[in-house]
T-cell receptor, first 112, second 112 residues
Framework: TQLLEQSPQFLSIQEGENLTVYCNSS?????LQWYRQEPGEGPVLLVT?????EVKKLKRLTFQFGDARKDSSLHITAAQPGDTGLYLC????????????FGDGTTLTVKP | KAGVTQTPRYLIKTRGQQVTLSCSPI?????VSWYQQTPGQGLQFLFE???????NKGNFPGRFSGRQFSNSRSEMNVSTLELGDSALYLC???????????FGPGTRLTVL
């Protein structure tokens, strides 16, 4: 059973465009993480959100956790080729962050 | 601080063999989790260790096992390898088994 669904699965845009990717679940998570992964490497943690409605900004990236802590979004402003990669969301319940559930990811390609 | 390290980075084995993968967590981190990543299944949780005890276990057969040492280093073992075990095996460590995890670069296992 896939507990976290990410959309879109693939996204190809031009440099300078804005984009939003989504992470949805029917389950409540105590925390949610966003990672970016490049081919052949491990995921790199971008942000952790823990409070319903929380918004975090990391330069051109804006992360939001849904009020009910079941969904999240990642918005990138003025995308750059360096943003290319696989974006993964992961949810944890209680203190079981060591057993995170991952979405299948959104593969983003930013063309120069 | 040095990041999570995994050895070896690449491994080629044949069906029926066994393999041991090693993970050294970030200094001070006591939680170590293992994940299997394949194109078809995404990131799947294998197990998590905290202070030398297996805290959580995913839905993998008994051929997959692990352990954690007193210095928090961890190993995972796969016995009687099958073609379907070919994957990127990722190790992640966290400061206290809550919220954030930091991934290593992974071990790419190919079973022929």
């Amino acid at each position: 059973t896939q507990l976290l669904e990410q959309s879109p699965q693939f996204l190809s845009i031009q440099e300078g465009e804005n984009l939003t990717v989504y992470c949805n679940s029917s389950s409540v998570f105590s925390s949610l993480q966003w990672y970016r992964q490049e081919p052949g490497e491990g995921p790199v943690l971008l942000v952790t959100v823990v409070t319903g409605g929380e918004v975090k900004k990391l330069k051109r990236l804006t992360f939001q956790f849904g009020d009910a802590r079941k969904d999240s979004s990642l918005h990138i402003t003025a995308a750059q080729p360096g943003d290319t990669g696989l974006y993964l969301c992961a949810g944890a319940r209680g203190t079981n962050a060591g057993k995170s559930t991952f979405g299948d990811g959104t593969t983003l390609t930013v063309k120069p | 601080k040095a990041g999570v390290t995994q050895t070896p980075r690449y491994l080629i084995k044949t069906r029926g063999q066994q393999v041991t993968l090693s993970c050294s967590p970030i200094s001070g981190h006591r939680s170590v989790s293992w994940y299997q990543q394949t194109p078809g299944q995404g990131l799947q949780f294998l197990f998590e260790y905290f202070s030398e005890t297996q805290r959580n276990k995913g839905n993998f057969p008994g051929r997959f096992s692990g352990r954690q040492f007193s210095n928090s280093r961890s190993e995972m073992n796969v016995s009687t390898l099958e073609l379907g075990d070919s994957a990127l095996y990722l190790c992640a460590s966290g400061p206290n088994a809550y919220n954030e995890q930091f991934f290593g670069p992974g071990t790419r296992l190919t079973v022929l």
